[in-house]
Structures are given as C-alpha cells and as structure tokens.
C-alpha cells in the first residue's frame, strides 16, 4: 500500500499569512496527488486535482506543485474561511489519504 | 446540480454487517466515466477511502478492507450500495459517498460529496 505522510500536522497562522502544508507519498505517484479542505462537520471539497491544477470555482490564492514523491499546498494571503483541515489523497494505486493538517488561526 | 445522500442504521452491534446506500441525482452511472466511492472518518480521525465503482461494474477496494466489503450498484434507482461486515467498534466512523471526477484524464478526484452519516458501533 502507498502511505501518505503530511506535515505538519497542525499549523496556526494569521490572516494575510502565506502557509505550505506538505505531503509526502512512501513511493513515486507521479501527479496523481489531490487536496482537499474540510471545515468541521462538513464533507471534504476538493481543492487542488493532479497535483497543480486548480478546480473550477477554488480562489487563486490556492496552489499546488509536486511530483513522485513530494508536494506541496500553497496558501497565498490566508483568509478567514481558510482555517480547517487540509489532506492530501493519492489516486496512484487505490486512493489514500494523509493523515491531514489542522489550520488554525493564530 | 449533483447531489449525493448516505443513509442506512446510525448504530449496529459487533459482528454485524453494515448496508449503507447512498442515493444521488445531477448524474447516471450509466454514463461513461461516472464513479461512486466510498469514504469514512472515524470522530477525530483522518478520511480513509474503502471503495469504488464505475459505471461499467469495475470494482475497487481498499487492500486492507477488501475481505469486508462488498459495493454495488442499482443503475435504475441512481442508487450504490456498500456493505461491510463483521462490524467492530473501531469501525465507528462517519460514512461519505462522493462521485468521482478526472475519469477521462485518468487523474481521479473524489468530487462532489454527500453529507456523511455517522455509523456507531457498539453493544
């Protein structure tokens, strides 16, 4: 099985801050990298899709870049809707998720 | 518009099998490219994904599951269903379908997502 690894885990920011969350996979997934945010008591909402595309209707601010093994989201100028938690999925071989990184605001 | 719904028992006993369904509208999966999968988030926890099915009967499971869990689909009733048995405590999760997205350009994404419905296992 793929193992996802993010970090950090948890992370406080502020408003207007740039943030990078981290994600590892145990091997080479090519761009099969997605992300997603989820907000507490909410389903997740994909954010980021083959590791750099951004989906339709997702702000600017979000980027993504990657490849093999090692990603990264990117968080220009930190809104206030932005404080959840992030995750990382992989769609190489079945679909497994990181174990997530909680945002919160400083 | 694309809307999914879980439903099913919010408590089952150990050793139980669990029938999730998971109704939906906006889209057939008798489309080509459409998916139906499954996740699940135990309180606290991260999302893990279970299983999946195309329009055209592929299945997928998750490795460490798979001995558990059955997933189907009534293309008639724009219905899946996902089974899991021999329900443990540690299986007390909330339950997610979504639909998949990025079929045709092979980069799969869990897309538009239904509410959850929280499954408690307990005696």
């Known amino acids: 099985d793929i193992q996802m690894t993010q970090s950090p885990s948890s992370l406080s920011a502020s408003v207007g801050d740039r943030v990078t969350i981290t994600c590892r996979a145990s091997q080479s997934i090519g761009i099969y990298l997605n992300w997603y945010q989820q907000k507490p008591g909410k389903a997740p909402k994909v954010l980021i899709f083959?590791?750099?595309s951004l989906k339709s209707g997702v702000p600017s601010r979000f980027s993504g870049s990657g490849s093999g093994t090692d990603f990264t989201l990117t968080i220009n100028s930190l809104q206030p809707e932005d404080f959840a938690t992030y995750y990382c999925?992989?769609?190489?071989?079945?679909?497994?998720f990181g174990q997530g990184t909680k945002l919160d605001i400083k | 518009q694309i809307t999914l719904k879980e439903s099913g028992p919010t408590l089952v006993k150990p050793t139980q099998t669990l029938t999730l369904t998971c109704s939906f509208s906006?889209?057939?999966?008798?489309?080509?490219?459409?998916?139906v999968g499954w996740i699940r988030q135990p309180p606290g926890k991260a999302l893990e994904w279970l299983a999946l099915i195309y329009w055209d009967d592929d299945k997928r499971y998750s490795p460490s599951l798979k001995s558990r869990l059955t997933i189907t689909k009534d293309t008639s009733k724009n219905q899946v269903v996902l089974t899991m048995t021999n329900m443990d405590p540690v299986d007390t999760a909330t339950y997610f379908c979504?639909?998949?997205?990025?079929?045709?350009?092979?980069?799969?994404?869990?897309?538009?997502w239904g509410q959850g419905t929280l499954v408690t296992v307990s005696t």
């Open positions: 083959s590791a750099s």
């Open positions: 979504a639909q998949i997205g990025g079929f045709w350009s092979n980069y799969v994404y869990f897309d538009s």
């Open positions: 999925q992989q769609s190489y071989t079945g679909h497994t």
């Open positions: 906006g889209f057939s999966l008798s489309t080509s490219g459409v998916g």
